[in-house]
């Protein structure tokens, strides 16, 4: 069992940044492939970024390419989701995700399965 903590949210101005972290206890999380999920308001949760626990290869969804940046820290048991050129369609609970790595990253798009997060709100206000 692993328990995920996310930090890091807050309301910003579009165009600023957060650097939203996830942090792993109760087990070690060096062997999981972890990722990040949004949902916002009336709208189902969606993917935002993943990387893998091996290699560190990244997967992002189309709409974050170029503006987020995934990265982890296995001896901190952490992954990071730097963000950059926020927009208001960003506004979402943002909420970290992990699990073993039994699937291809670009699964994570339609397949939501393994640990959750109680995730952490990101506000871009206009």
């Known amino acids: 069992q692993v328990q995920l903590v996310e930090s890091g949210g807050g309301l910003v101005q579009a165009g600023g940044s957060l650097r939203l972290s996830c942090a792993a206890s109760?087990?070690?999380?060096?062997?999981?492939?972890v990722g990040w999920y949004r949902q916002a308001p009336g709208k189902e949760r969606e993917f935002v970024a993943a990387?893998?626990?091996?290699?560190?290869?990244?997967y992002y969804a189309d709409s974050v390419k170029g503006r987020f940046t995934i990265s982890r820290d296995n001896a901190k048991n952490t992954v990071y989701l730097q963000t950059g050129s926020l927009k208001p369609a960003d506004t979402a609970i943002y909420y970290c995700?992990?699990?073993?790595?039994?699937?291809?990253?670009?699964?994570?798009?339609?397949?939501?399965?393994?640990?959750w997060g109680q995730g952490t709100q990101v506000t871009v206000s206009s």
């Open positions: 109760g087990r070690t999380f060096s062997s999981l492939d």
């Open positions: 995700n992990a699990r073993p790595p039994y699937m291809d990253l670009p699964a994570w798009d339609r397949i939501l399965t393994g640990y």
């Open positions: 990387i893998s626990w091996s290699d560190g290869r990244t």
